[in-house]
């Protein structure tokens, strides 16, 4: 069933541990078929050099298994809710990348300091709020994901513009068009948590970037008129 999506989602949760963006098991890349609605996600605990396409688990979107034998990763629930909240998500990945980390568990925004980052992420990527203890008791994983839609929208986010989120004192969600862009932004994102991090060591008081160099890096490469590379297809 969606061999095609299953070999993408495989190659991406692969290409985590090639980026060294996972230690472990902490980590996983889902992907999702549009037409039927299924999700294909990671396997729970499962090593990665044991990982092969066949062990993933195909879901719907209200959680029911439809092919697998293991169980579906622990925030299966987060990616379930990011999927039904934006039909433009392709494919979503969740690590503990320690960058990334690092901002989470400061409860901070990653501020846009530069243009590495205004060409990936238009303004500073949010940091959602901690759960309630309720929240926590009732459903961990969707709630995890309700927080995440909620500071979108009550920032008025694009979430093909800011295509990542921090959750305070837990770590980072990146998401795209498919899997492995998906993966590429969980890249993209720690490395400019990583810059982020050198800037504010440098320069406390450091402000972001101004507006119009953000806008424009941003717009050349997504925008209406974008012009870098070679070609928008």
Not at 188 to 195: D, I, Q, R, T
Request: glycine share 10%; aromatic share 10%; proline share 8%.
């Amino acid at each position: 069933m969606l061999e095609a999506l299953k070999q993408a989602v495989y190659e991406a949760n692969m290409e985590l541990p090639r980026r060294g963006l996972v230690t472990y098991t902490w980590g996983n890349v889902s992907g999702i078929d549009r037409e039927t609605g299924y999700v294909i996600i990671k396997p729970s605990g499962v090593d990665y050099e044991d990982l092969t396409p066949d062990k993933l688990v195909v879901l719907d979107l209200d959680g029911n298994i439809i092919e697998g034998d293991l169980n579906p990763s622990s925030d299966t629930k987060t990616h379930l809710e990011l999927y039904k909240a934006y039909p433009e998500l392709g494919g979503i990945v969740h690590t503990h990348s320690p960058y990334a980390v690092g901002w989470a568990q400061a409860g901070r925004d990653i501020p846009a300091y530069g243009t590495t980052h205004a060409d990936y992420f238009y303004g500073p990527v949010p940091c959602a709020r901690h759960l309630t203890p309720e929240e926590v008791e009732e459903d961990y994983e969707r709630n995890t994901g309700k927080s995440i839609i909620e500071i979108f929208t009550e920032r008025g986010l694009n979430p093909m513009h800011v295509p990542a989120v921090i959750c305070h004192s837990h770590g980072p969600f990146t998401w795209g068009k498919n899997p492995a862009q998906a993966v590429y932004h969980a890249v993209v994102l720690e490395e400019v948590a990583k810059m982020a991090l050198y800037t504010t060591q440098i320069a406390p008081d450091c402000p972001p970037a101004p507006q119009h160099v953000q806008d424009k890096h941003f717009m050349r490469k997504h925008g209406p008129n974008a012009y870098y590379g070679q070609g928008k297809g």
